[in-house]
């Protein structure tokens, strides 16, 4: 049997390890090869809610859609179908775009980093046969899938808050037509506390367009 460190069995704890390491390495990757960061997500909607990746950083719980930054020379289909892999171990056929999201650093005060990021969000659809669970390498602060009724969304604490998911209801409901959506817009009039559909202050280093 494998041995346990803190509760955590050393295959857990390779796992993990090997997770960050690659995670670092393809940072590395898209900061050597593009100066704008670009990711691409997945809204996967199935019986009226939407699959969301549930994140427990520091018991702060917050929910992304799947998705994360491209690999330099991959495509954003090929992106999307990788990121829903990684953390959702299941298989997708990508559809319409539904938004995007730009954040541009000299226009927003550089309050969310230097990096210029550009997100995609994709309309997704479950293939044949392919039912989401937990991977089994994944992100520490990975802790579970779930499953949220498309009028919960801006009540649940979903990255990058709630005029994001109210837009992003609109998008898939189509009584919106696709437009490009600006970090601040997204975030309120202001630039002062952000804060999640249930009230909670959001880490600054949670404040992103896309996830990590």
Same mark, same amino acid.
């Given at each position: 049997?494998?041995?346990?460190?803190?509760?955590? /069995?050393?295959?857990?704890?390779?796992? =993990?390890?090997?997770?960050?390491?690659? /995670?670092?390495?393809?940072?590395?990757? *898209? =900061?050597?090869?593009?100066?704008?960061?670009?990711?691409?997500? =997945?809204?996967?909607?199935?019986?009226?809610?939407?699959?969301?990746?549930?994140?427990?950083?520091? =018991?702060?719980?917050?929910?992304?859609?799947?998705?994360?930054?491209?690999?330099?020379?991959?495509?954003?289909?090929?992106?999307?179908?990788?990121?829903?892999?990684?953390?959702? /171990?299941?298989?997708?056929?990508?559809?319409?775009?539904? $938004?995007?999201?730009?954040?541009?650093?000299?226009?927003?005060?550089?309050?969310?980093? #230097?990096?210029?990021?550009?997100?995609?969000?994709?309309?997704?659809?479950? #293939?044949?046969?392919?039912?989401?669970?937990?991977?089994?390498?994944?992100?520490?602060? *990975?802790?579970?899938?779930?499953?949220?009724? $498309?009028?919960?969304?801006?009540?649940?604490?979903?990255?990058?808050?709630?005029?994001?998911? *109210?837009?992003?209801?609109?998008?898939?409901?189509?009584?919106?037509?696709?437009?490009?959506?600006?970090?601040?817009?997204?975030?309120?009039?202001?630039?002062?506390? *952000?804060?999640?559909?249930?009230? #909670?202050?959001?880490?600054?280093?949670? $404040?992103?367009?896309? /996830?990590?």
């Amino acid at each position: 049997m494998p041995s346990m460190t803190n509760g955590m /069995s050393t295959v857990a704890v390779t796992g =993990a390890r090997e997770f960050e390491r690659e /995670s670092e390495r393809r940072q590395a990757l *898209q =900061a050597a090869g593009q100066g704008i960061r670009i990711g691409a997500n =997945a809204a996967i909607v199935r019986d009226g809610k939407l699959l969301l990746v549930e994140f427990d950083a520091a =018991a702060d719980l917050h929910y992304n859609l799947p998705g994360g930054g491209l690999d330099p020379g991959e495509t954003l289909h090929d992106g999307v179908r990788r990121e829903v892999l990684e953390e959702t /171990s299941a298989d997708v056929d990508v559809g319409r775009l539904l $938004l995007v999201v730009e954040y541009v650093p000299r226009l927003h005060g550089y309050l969310y980093g #230097r990096t210029h990021k550009l997100g995609f969000v994709f309309e997704c659809h479950l #293939r044949p046969g392919s039912e989401p669970r937990l991977p089994d390498v994944l992100d520490p602060k *990975q802790t579970g899938l779930r499953w949220v009724p $498309l009028d919960e969304l801006p009540h649940v604490p979903l990255l990058p808050t709630t005029p994001f998911a *109210q837009h992003l209801v609109a998008a898939l409901r189509q009584r919106e037509p696709l437009d490009v959506l600006h970090a601040p817009h997204l975030l309120g009039d202001t630039l002062g506390v *952000q804060r999640y559909g249930d009230g #909670r202050e959001i880490p600054n280093h949670h $404040l992103s367009v896309e /996830s990590d």
